[in-house]
């Protein structure tokens, strides 16, 4: 299959350059040194980062460990690999996988952080002492994304970068607001309320039962032995976070912390009025009595009413003032949408995955094509009732089953987006009165295999490492379940589509660490921070956060499965002329960062 001649290659180039405002020489010079794989960029191919040896039961710093190689995986292909696949192998596309960023105001009045003293296995999720770092841990992540942009397998460029979904962890359009921006590279300052004083739990003494870094004793934090950190609110809000921004086109979903509060509970009237006003609990008899209890059945309007204004006239105890701020309000399901409008031009596209069509109709799911020859489409599988897991509501799973036949019939690699995985989704729990059929992960996978240009399903929502093949007769197709950003060990991925030309297919994932230091520095920087980050969320003794990392199989793998049509259908050129576009975007993004 030939590629472009020599007059078609340097007419492009100079299209290119004038298109993304680059200089012709330099996009040339790129390309010139573009046809070799790179030393590879830092990535857990390089090194990882692992817990420091010590008491089990008690604090842990980290430390520098091993790279891990592509470990090739033949579930699928249930055949050997043929060796000759490594010199003949050309890369369809290169992308980002980010999922579960939940980007946290630590200082909103409608958390229910205190809901952990009840149970910490429970509603871990609830708190974490690391809260105040998000902004910094996503930012760290996507300077990960920019700097790992060429591919360590084949070198080719980074096209395009997917999100799964809890992206807000509570709600705030302030948090839905900061995660759009340190994606797209616009600064972001992680503070609300009062612009001088962190206003949280983690600054109050009597909030005993959650991390105060300034003075952690006499708490179980400060008896598992965190550390004493006096400048570390202040450094969170101090100054903005100047993110590099993702260096290629981002597409989202919805997740179900992006639906319901806390991903589980449905919006009321008295967490609508907290969450703008001026009062901040801090016990959990307060949170249970004045903030959960407008979910009761009992609850009339009249006593609804009567709490929020109870909670807004500083009348209930175990409430403190905090400072008010109208940007934390809680946002509908339609304004997760909009938001995504509200962007900068690159690295785009406008809407994130979302059109007009969703905005016009109310639907949340979509599909476009990322590359000629890959197709993205993205589901929403939350549950709007109740509920952390999803489930495929009838007309979503409809829809896709006939995209999926033109799909197959346009000979499109295919790549299903959701938040939920095959072990979450089946939350079935419908309003009265519904008739809606919701699909659980059976009949999911079922109409997935009977497709064979699905290759693969990119999800989230577990907050760990996981891979795991889905099998038919003679095809089949690769679940690739990635880490969080606010849970040890604060990782994300990248996937690579190869066509072996030998009538195979590789998926190679090879998972990131953010870009920030193994050992917390004294900076004060956002990398700083980040590290911080990553290292008390190490430290949760709750569950055990070396089980988020995953297997070995789970992490860095080449993942072969039947090609699903002849490849010869996608030439040389075509694929030229699609990196081509691809290495002078990201020589445009690295020119703007340099300015």
Partial sequence: MPGLSRRQFVSRVGLLAALWGVAPGSLSSRLATARTVPDAPPSTLTGTILRNGGDAHSYRTLAAGPGEDHIPRADILRASPS??????????????????????????????????????????????PQDPLTVHVTAAMVKAFADNSTSPVTGAPLGAAIVTGDSADMHSHLELRWYIDVLDGVAVTPNSGSP?????????????????????????????????????????????????????????????????????????????????????????????????????????????LSDAWGVQSGTRPGFRGVTSDPRRYLFEQREFMAEHFNTT??????????????????????????????????????????????????????????????????????????????????????????DMTLHGAEEFVDMLLAYPVVIAWLNGHTHQNQILAHRADRTGFWEITTASCIDF????????????????????????????????????????????????????????????????????????????????????????????RERARLLAHEQRGQR
């Avoid at 570390?232 to 992006?258: F, K, M």
């Avoid at 980040?530 to 993942?559: C, H, I, K, Q």
């Fill in 83 to 128: 060796p000759t696949r490594v010199d003949s192998r050309r890369s369809l596309l290169y992308l980002g996988h980010l999922s579960d960023m939940h980007v946290i105001d630590a200082q909103s009045p409608c958390r229910i952080e205190p809901m952990i003293v009840q149970d910490h296995a429970t509603w871990g999720s609830a708190f974490h």
């Fill in 196 to 304: 001088h004083v962190f206003e949280g739990v983690q600054a109050w003494q009597d909030a005993h039962w959650a991390y105060r870094p300034g003075s952690p004793s006499g708490g179980a934090f400060g008896d598992y032995g965190f550390p004493r950190l006096p400048g570390l609110l202040a450094e969170a809000i101090a100054r903005p976070v100047e993110s590099v921004g993702l260096p290629v086109p981002w597409y989202s979903v919805y997740g179900n912390h992006d639906t319901l509060l806390l991903g589980t509970f449905g919006l009321s009237s008295q967490l609508r009025s907290l969450a703008v006003g001026s009062q901040k609990a801090h016990t959990l008899a307060a949170t249970s009595t004045s903030i959960l209890a407008g979910y009761a059945a009992t609850a009339s309007p009249l006593q609804r």
């Fill in 345 to 434: 031009a690159t690295p785009g596209p406008v809407g994130h995955g979302f059109t007009q069509h969703n905005l016009d109709s109310g639907e949340t799911w979509w599909t476009t094509d990322v590359t000629p020859h890959v197709r993205l489409f993205g589901l929403d599988t939350c549950n709007a009732v109740a509920g952390a897991d999803g489930a495929v509501p009838a007309d979503q799973f409809e829809w896709l089953k006939g995209q999926l036949d033109r799909a197959q019939s346009d000979k499109k690699l295919v790549l299903v987006l959701t938040h939920h995985n095959s072990m979450t989704l089946e939350n079935r729990a419908r309003r009265p009165g519904s």
């Fill in 489 to 580: 060990p604060q990782q994300q991925q990248t996937v690579e589509i190869v066509d072996n030309r030998d009538g195979t297919l590789s998926l190679f994932t090879t998972v990131l660490d953010h870009a920030s230091p193994v050992t917390p520095g004294s900076s004060g920087g956002y990398l700083d921070l980040a590290s911080r980050s990553r290292e008390l969320a190490a430290n949760d003794w709750a569950e055990n956060p070396l089980m988020r990392r995953g297997s070995a199989l789970d992490r860095n793998t080449e993942l072969l499965l039947p090609a699903p049509f002849e490849m010869e259908a996608i030439t040389d050129a075509s694929l030229e002329q699609q990196h081509l």
